[in-house]
T-cell receptor, first 112, second 114 residues
Framework: DTGVSQNPRHKITKRGQNVTFRCDPISEHNRLYWYRQTLGQGPEFLTYFQNEAQLEKSRLLSDRFSAERPKGSFSTLEIQRTEQGDSAMYLC??????????FGEGSRLTVL | SQQGEEDPQALSIQEGENATMNCSYKTSINNLQWYRQNSGRGLVHLILIRSNEREKHSGRLRVTLDTSKKSSSLLITASRAADTASYFCATWKGSGGSNYKLTFGKGTLLTVNP
C-alpha cells in the first residue's frame, strides 16, 4: 500500500488555461475527497465520491471545476479557464468510513 | 464554513517545553480528530477521540474532549524541533442526517526552537 498519490505536485499555468490534477487513493477506500487549501487556512471541502458517484459538491466548486472518478478508482479534478484566485493547494484524501482521512501530498497550483 | 477553531493561531516554544493547542467546535459530534501538516505537505492524522471519551494518549500526545463546552485540547509533551508544523482539529459535518465531510479549523502554527 503506497498511500494516496497526487500528480502533479506542482503546476504553474497562465490565466485562462485548463489544468487537471489526478489522485490515486488507497485501493480499498471507497470514499474520495477533494479539498482546497490557501495559505494560512485549513483545508476547505470541495467534493466527495462514494465509489464512482459524486455525492456532494461545495458551493466553492464553480462551474469551471469538474471532478470525476471513473470506475471508482482514481479521480481527476479539472479547472477550466483558470483564474488567479484558483491558486491554492489541492488536496485529495480517501477513507473507508467517517473516521480517519488519509491525505496525499497535494498538488500546488500557481496561476500567473 | 469552518467547524472548528483552533487557539492560539501561532505558538512558539523552546525544545523540551510542552505545547497546548485548543479547539472549539459548534455542533454535536461523533468524534474529533487532530491532524498535523508540515509546510507544503499533506495532512497526517494524529489522533481520534470519540464523543464518549474524555481523554486519550498516543506517545507524547494527549488529547482531551469536553463535549459540554464543545472544546478539545491537544498537548504535545517534551517538544522537539521536528514537531514544528501546523496542527488542525477536524470534525465530521453534513446535512440531512449524513455527516459526509470532515471540516477543519484554521489551525495552530507551532514553532519549536532548538
Amino acid at each position: 500500500d503506497t498511500g494516496v498519490s497526487q500528480n502533479p505536485r506542482h503546476k504553474i499555468t497562465k490565466r485562462g488555461q485548463n489544468v487537471t490534477f489526478r489522485c490515486d487513493p488507497i485501493s480499498e477506500h471507497n470514499r474520495l475527497y477533494w479539498y482546497r487549501q490557501t495559505l494560512g487556512q485549513g483545508p476547505e471541502f470541495l467534493t466527495y465520491f462514494q465509489n464512482e458517484a459524486q455525492l456532494e459538491k461545495s458551493r466553492l466548486l464553480s462551474d469551471r471545476f469538474s471532478a470525476e472518478r471513473p470506475k471508482g478508482s482514481f479521480s481527476t479534478l479539472e479547472i477550466q479557464r483558470t483564474e488567479q484566485g484558483d491558486s491554492a493547494m489541492y488536496l485529495c484524501a480517501s477513507t473507508e468510513n467517517t473516521g480517519e482521512l488519509f491525505f496525499g501530498e497535494g498538488s500546488r497550483l500557481t496561476v500567473l | 464554513s469552518q467547524q472548528g477553531e483552533e487557539d492560539p493561531q501561532a505558538l512558539s516554544i523552546q525544545e523540551g517545553e510542552n505545547a497546548t493547542m485548543n479547539c472549539s467546535y459548534k455542533t454535536s459530534i461523533n468524534n474529533l480528530q487532530w491532524y498535523r501538516q508540515n509546510s507544503g505537505r499533506g495532512l497526517v492524522h494524529l489522533i481520534l477521540i470519540r464523543s464518549n471519551e474524555r481523554e486519550k494518549h498516543s506517545g507524547r500526545l494527549r488529547v482531551t474532549l469536553d463535549t459540554s463546552k464543545k472544546s478539545s485540547s491537544l498537548l504535545i509533551t517534551a517538544s522537539r524541533a521536528a514537531d514544528t508544523a501546523s496542527y488542525f482539529c477536524a470534525t465530521w459535518k453534513g446535512s440531512g442526517g449524513s455527516n459526509y465531510k470532515l471540516t477543519f479549523g484554521k489551525g495552530t502554527l507551532l514553532t519549536v526552537n532548538p
